[in-house]
């Protein structure tokens, strides 16, 4: 499975973005998903994850209300769509998708690794 995640960019606080996840290789329809993001000099942290059917879906503290996960298995993509935006957001975020069908705030449950998309939030 290869990732390409885009939609990443400057916006001010309390701007949105939305983050995409393209898939290809093999339908990740039947695998969770899910966003994690790295800020400079600082470590990887999860951020939202979401199963295979979006019956389950989990957020970190840090962007629970602000932050929504989805995904649509018929195109093969999922989706970060991001609100209320504020400078500490600022970060390479990374899509990841597992083989297994439940979702998990857990690195190393996910396999599969996309290249970084930046957001930056200016203050």
């Known amino acids: 499975v290869q990732l390409q995640a885009f939609g990443g960019g400057l916006v001010q606080a309390g701007g949105s973005l939305r983050l995409s996840c393209a898939a290809s290789?093999?339908?990740?329809?039947?695998?969770?998903m899910g966003w994690f993001r790295q800020a400079p000099g600082k470590e990887r942290e999860f951020v939202a994850a979401?199963?295979?059917?979006?019956?389950?879906?989990l957020y970190a503290d840090s962007v629970k209300g602000r932050f929504t996960i989805s995904r649509d298995n018929a195109k093969n993509i999922g989706y970060l769509q991001m609100s209320s935006l504020k400078p500490e957001d600022t970060a390479a975020y990374y899509c990841?998708?597992?083989?297994?069908?439940?979702?998990?705030?857990?690195?190393?449950?996910?396999?599969?690794w996309g290249q970084g998309t930046l957001v930056t939030v200016s203050s």
């Open positions: 990841v998708v597992s083989v297994r069908t439940a979702m998990t705030k857990y690195a190393h449950d996910y396999r599969y």
């Open positions: 290789g093999r339908t990740i329809s039947n695998y969770g």
């Open positions: 979401i199963s295979w059917n979006a019956g389950s879906i």
